[in-house]
């Protein structure tokens, strides 16, 4: 895959907002001319001027083609005119790189009911209007109020930035099935059905989502990441998760109502 940034403002009050830019939209790097090189960005790589192709605001088909022509790991320069523009090309690029993980997975197909269509759509591959597919997210609370997080693998869309884990329900997979499963290739840990239920469902852009909540306890010690999905854990208490996302550590899609009842 590619790897994405943007460019370092000379000005060091700006430079600062840059890199929580970065790490907040999952971006890796920062581009700058010699003199700024000396500047450090904790967790983001500096890159000389001149290294990177550059992704501009276009077709989404366009922007596409160009991004799937490119080898692996080159490092590619996020331009916009505003902040508006680059925000919504760092969430393209953060969905393209979404799409492009397990490419050729099957999802079923649900109508705007989520009834099933009968139909199954590859991963990867852009929806047609109308079609839905289910995402799940799964929190696991231990007996002293902890949640399980797990890191996003930096290839992924919103790369370094803290979960809960989940994912996509594949062709088949009902909501609990895909929550057993889900954990289980992520985590390693094997989830008690009977201890889990949904605690919000909601219908997003192409997709509907079931949170879960799991009352299990479990330690790190058991947790085994997957590879090119998840590359850290730890515990987090509601109050940690909220300050992560309030620094900008934590992914920016996944819905926290329910952990501000904790505060």
Known sequence: MPVFGIKLPQSPQLSSR????????GLRFMEADAASLTRAAEG???????????LRPGLREDMDAFLDSLAPLQPVLLEAESREELEKLALY?????NRRS???ELWDIYDKDRRPTG?????????AAGDYHLVVHVWIRDSRGRYLLTKRSPNKGYG??????????????????????????????????????????????????????FHQDFSLEEIALQEGET?????ATAQEVLELRRQGLF???LDLSHLRDEE
Do not use: Q
């Open 18 to 25: 840059a890199a929580e830019f970065c790490r907040s939209h």
């Open 93 to 97: 690029v953060n969905h393209w790189l």
């Open 251 to 253: 992914v920016p899609f």
């Open 102 to 104: 397990s490419a050729g």
């Open 160 to 213: 370094g930035l803290w979960e809960s884990p989940g994912g996509a329900a594949r062709a088949g997979d009902d909501s609990l099935s895909a929550c057993l499963r889900e954990i289980k290739e992520e985590t390693g840990l094997s989830l008690e059905p009977e201890k889990g239920r949904v605690i919000k469902s909601y219908r997003g852009e192409g997709y509907f989502c079931d949170v879960w909540l």
């Open 231 to 235: 590359c850290d854990c730890r515990r």
């Open 119 to 127: 139909r199954v759509h590859p991963r990867g591959e852009v929806m």
């Open 44 to 54: 983001l790589e500096l890159l000389p001027a001149g290294s990177s192709v550059r």
